[in-house]
């Protein structure tokens, strides 16, 4: 499995991570259906070899850091977590906005304290859609970001469903690690931005990796991975890992079975032809 090195920083993880946030209750909300199998997974995958977790203290709310620390803490050397801070749940599961600056030092607190950690490894900033109107400035809150960083409660910072100009305009005020967005072997738009962040040398970290499948995408995937013998999860994370050097996988599961196959992806070889398939899936529409 292969490694990144997040810039600027001391921080090298493999690029099959694990994203922490199905261990949650439906909608993301309350505590899991079983805690017990919740944390046997966050064990299993550090055991295989996973130093990337993903989360955040509004998934639950706090309930997954709270998994997490139960299963994993005291932390293993070189196990980066990574948090973002910009929401907040609502009674209802409802997912709000929460970018005021006492909102993001409250956030930045919360995590600590439920990961038990005294500096959080890195902190994404998480707008855009629907939480924000797309393009929207960035700078008042990434500034309250750079200034705690400063103060030493945040090592390194990252930026969620962020265009270019947001990543440049972040860049302006503090170096930026990764940015994670939606994208996948259907879901294309991001490919200038791929390319711009890897000659950088900035992880790009990609969520929902079987998300916004048109139809026809999907009945293409599932052909092209019953053609291997694999399935279109582990198809479509093996594509994201031959996309570009920089791309950092979280696929994320609450069962053990789901966290085998998503690891063992990993290691698919994907032939010439098979990559030229897969790139044609993004053109296609029902």
């Not at 299993?44 to 994993?72: C, M």
């Not at 932390?75 to 906005?97: C, E, F, H, I, Q």
């Not at 479509?236 to 996988?249: F, Q």
């Amino acid at each position: 499995m292969t490694s990144f090195t997040f810039p600027g920083t001391s921080i090298t993880v493999r690029r099959m991570g694990y994203g922490a946030m199905q261990l949650a209750g439906p909608h993301v909300f309350g505590p899991p259906r079983d805690r017990a199998a919740a944390i046997a997974v966050l064990r299993e995958a550090v055991e295989r070899g996973v130093n990337h977790i993903d989360t955040s203290d509004f998934y639950g709310p706090h309930v997954v850091n709270q998994l997490i620390k139960e299963a994993l803490h005291p932390y293993p050397t070189g196990l980066a977590l990574v948090t973002k801070v910009g929401a907040k749940r609502g009674p209802d599961a409802s997912w709000n906005l929460a970018q005021s600056k006492q909102e993001l030092v409250d956030a930045v607190d919360s995590n600590l304290r439920h990961l038990g950690v005294e500096a959080l490894d890195v902190v994404n900033l998480r707008v855009g859609p629907p939480l924000m109107a797309e393009g929207t400035s960035i700078a008042p809150q990434f500034s309250v970001l750079a200034d705690l960083q400063r103060a030493g409660k945040i090592r390194h910072l990252g930026l969620s469903t962020v265009n270019a100009a947001q990543v440049a305009e972040a860049q302006a005020i503090a170096p930026v690690v990764c940015v994670q967005n939606l994208y996948n072997v259907a879901n294309r738009k991001d490919d200038a931005l791929i390319d711009q962040l890897a000659a950088q040398g900035i992880a790009y970290v990609p969520y929902f990796p079987l998300g916004g499948f048109a139809p026809i995408q999907s009945s293409a995937l599932d052909h092209l991975a019953a053609s291997v013998g694999r399935t279109p999860m582990q198809v479509a994370l093996a594509w994201l890992l031959h996309r570009a050097p920089n791309l950092l996988l979280i696929p994320g599961t609450s069962s053990l079975a789901h966290l085998r196959e998503n690891l063992a992806a990993a290691e698919l070889p994907l032939s010439p032809e098979l990559l030229a398939q897969l790139d044609a899936i993004g053109g296609q529409r029902a």
